[in-house]
């Protein structure tokens, strides 16, 4: 990918960073463990963005 991204890109891709993070250990404890792994999870090299 471009070094150079036009900002609508930028927050885009940020936006997907940030749903597949790891579920906060709070949530895990709260929901008595039913809740352990994130849907949204994508690892960077394995799933492909669509961020036009």
Avoid: C, F, Y
Avoid at 18 to 41: D, E, G, H, M, Y
């Amino acid at each position: 990918m471009a070094a150079r991204k036009h900002s609508g890109r930028k927050i885009r891709l940020i936006k997907k960073q940030k749903q597949a993070s790891a579920v906060p250990a709070w949530v895990i404890l709260k929901t008595k463990r039913s809740v352990r792994t994130n849907p949204k999870a994508r690892a960077w090299r394995r799933t492909d963005v669509e961020v036009g």
